[in-house]
Nanobody
Framework: QVHIVESGGGLVQPGDSLTLSCTAS????????MAWGRQVPGKKRQLFAQ???????HYIDSVKGRFTISRNNSANTIYLEMTNLSPDDTAVYYC???????????????WGQGTQVTVSS
């Protein structure tokens, strides 16, 4: 039973900064790569930042330099530091994790429930 929970969303103004967090809990043997994705109405969910268990970061161009992903393996938590937010960043932000729930099981993909980020003046 794996639970992925995001927090930190809200309403901010253009140019503001915001930090999201995501914690994985439950029965877990190992956690692999974790990532952030976002979705707006009428469009597919898009992954934009990923971090491996070893701390390697990957970003799409639209967020590179503005967003920073990090993780605390001891706490089973990842973070997303967002700066210089614009209305184009308005979306539901989701946390993703590849989790192996038992020693002899295979990894599975898990998503959180999402947290709304709205950037508006």
């Amino acid at each position: 039973q794996v639970h992925i929970v995001e927090s930190g969303g809200g309403l901010v103004q253009p140019g503001d900064s915001l930090t999201l967090s995501c914690t994985a809990s439950g029965t877990m043997f190992a956690i692999g790569p974790m990532a952030w994705g976002r979705q707006v109405p009428g469009k597919k969910r898009q992954l934009f930042a990923q971090i491996t268990a070893q701390g390697q970061e990957h970003y799409i161009d639209s967020v590179k330099g503005r967003f920073t992903i990090s993780r605390n393996n001891s706490a089973n938590t990842i973070y997303l530091e967002m700066t210089n937010l614009s209305p184009d960043d308005t979306a539901v932000y989701y946390c993703h994790a590849d989790v192996q729930v038992s020693e002899f099981g295979s990894p599975s993909a898990y998503w959180g429930q999402g947290t709304q980020v709205t950037v508006s003046s």
